[in-house]
């Protein structure tokens, strides 16, 4: 396929928008995947493309986090390494499986995160006393977070968050942070399987990964600086609009 000049700008700017999004509160793609179809490009094409895409934006994320110290890679690296495990098998089982009850399900939990993180007042960036330890953790919720982010994704992002508050006990912006090296280690595993099967659009991707860095690198940064106060709603609205568009296209 051939794309205009105009085309190219225009997913540069989405994919900046959505490098934004994703960092503070997850759910980027459901700005870039509706563009790249948009675009006429085919829906494996624009999947596989905005996996390219999302996975440079997180990996953006997760660099200037480390860089802050705001992630401690010692301490959750088999965090890590079981969401990777989990990812690489939910991405296998795709390939067989039929994932419309998982869309059916979507917008529920998609509401009940959103109403559970307006209305509860212990969601902030104080560290609270953990439910689970991190190996537990490691061993139950991470791989079954990066199998769901392999078998359909959308969403992700958030609910890595919210895990690592209500059963890790980390403030926000804590759990924000470390959500993007488990969502990045979701999403590499994923990407390769489509880089395998080819289905990427490279000069689409590549144009979309510049827009997506920048908003990410804006993002991270508003983290560290603002917190919660910024977080908290963008998580809310973010999972509203989900729920809405995902129960709009199954009507």
Request: aromatic share 12%; proline share 4%.
């Amino acid at each position: 396929m051939e794309f205009s000049l105009g085309t190219l700008v225009f997913l540069f700017g989405v994919a900046l928008i959505a490098g934004w999004v994703d960092t503070l509160a997850g759910g980027g793609g459901l700005l870039t995947v509706p563009a790249l179809l948009l675009t006429g490009m085919p829906p494996a094409s624009a999947i596989a493309t905005n996996k390219l895409q999302g996975s440079c934006g997180t990996l953006v994320a997760t660099t200037y986090f480390l860089k802050q110290g705001a992630i401690q890679f010692r301490t959750i690296r088999w965090l890590v390494l079981t969401t990777f495990l989990g990812s690489v098998i939910g991405s296998w089982l795709v390939l067989k499986s039929n994932t419309e009850f998982l869309v059916r399900a979507l917008p529920i939990l998609l509401v009940l995160v959103g109403c559970y993180v307006l209305m509860s007042p212990n969601i902030d960036d104080t560290d609270k006393r953990h439910t689970v330890s991190l190996p537990i953790f490691a061993i139950s919720a991470a791989p079954t977070l990066g199998f769901y982010d392999g078998f359909f994704g959308p969403g992700t992002g958030s609910f890595i968050a919210l895990s690592l508050v209500t059963l890790c006990g980390y403030g926000l912006s804590k759990a924000t942070a470390n959500a993007k090296i488990l969502n990045f280690t979701s999403n590499f595993s994923s990407l390769l399987y489509f880089i395998l099967f080819g289905q990427i659009v490279w000069i689409v991707g590549g144009v979309m990964i510049i827009g997506q860095a920048i908003g990410a690198a804006i993002a991270a940064r508003m983290v560290m600086k603002v917190g919660a106060a910024l977080i908290k709603p963008i998580v809310v609205t973010v999972c509203f609009l989900m729920a809405i568009r995902i129960f709009w296209q199954t009507l």
